[in-house]
C-alpha cells in the first residue's frame, strides 16, 4: 500500500458541529483524510450507547470488520465481549470505537494481514476521535491497547507500564484541551488481540478481565 505524501488529515470531513453519533458516522463513510480509505471496504465507525456511562477506544478495524463494517465483531471482539460480562459491565452502558477507522493491511496472497497503523495514520484519523468525544459524555474511558494509548495519550505511551491504573481524563491526555469533556477517568489495558497472540491465553485474558473490573468499579463508584 503505498503512501503519496503526508495524509492530508479528516478535519475537512469533520461536520463542524455535529448533532449525532449517526451525523459523524454517515460523514465518515466519505472521508479520504489518508491513504487507507483506498484498498479498505468501508470506514468502520463507532457503535453503542450515545450516553454511555464508558467509551472503549482500540486501534483498528480487523479483516472480518472491515468487511462488515461494525467495530469488534472478529475474534477479539467476542473476546472482549466475554471479558466485559465477566468483569460484570453492562454492554448497553457501552460505546465502542477505535483510533483509525480504516483497516490498515498487507496482501499475502488471497490473505489480507493486519498491520499496525503508523503516527500518521493515527494523527490523520485523530479529528473522528475528537468529534466522538465532542458528543459522548461517559465517566469513563477504557483505552486498549498501544495504539489507541498514543493516540489519546501520546507517543510515550506504554501498555505494560500504564495498565490497570486509573488516571485523570483529559488530564493525562496529550492534548487535554482537544477532549472538551467533565473531569472523569481513563483507563489503560492490553487491547484483546494481544490476548489471542499470547503464549499463556488464560493468565493474558484474566489480566484483562481484572483491569475491566477496575473499570467497572470505578464507574460504580
Known sequence: MPTTGAPAGAQQWVPPRPHSIDELKQAAADCHGCELHENATQTVFGRGAPHAKIVFVGEQPGDVED?????????????????????????????????????????????RIHQTPGPAHITAC???????????????????????GKALLGPSFRVNRSRGQLM?????????????????????????SAVLRAD???IAYQGLVDDLKIAAGAVAA
Do not use: C, M
Not at 483497516?103 to 488471497?110: A, C, P, T
Not at 496529550?174 to 472523569?184: G, L, N, S, T
Open 67 to 111: 468487511q462488515r463494517g461494525l467495530p469488534f465483531v472478529g475474534p477479539a471482539g467476542r473476546l472482549l465481549r466475554e471479558a466485559v460480562d465477566d468483569a460484570g459491565i453492562d454492554p448497553a452502558e457501552l460505546y465502542i470505537t477505535n483510533s483509525v477507522k480504516h483497516f490498515r493491511f498487507e496482501l499475502r496472497g488471497q490473505r
Open 126 to 148: 485523530r479529528p473522528w476521535l475528537v468529534a466522538e468525544f465532542s458528543l459522548l459524555k461517559p465517566q469513563l474511558v477504557v483505552i486498549l491497547g498501544a495504539t489507541a
Open 168 to 192: 485523570a481524563w483529559p488530564g493525562s491526555a496529550e492534548h487535554p484541551e482537544d477532549f472538551p469533556v467533565a473531569d472523569i477517568r481513563a483507563l489503560a489495558t492490553i487491547h484483546p
Open 200 to 202: 499463556n491465553r488464560d
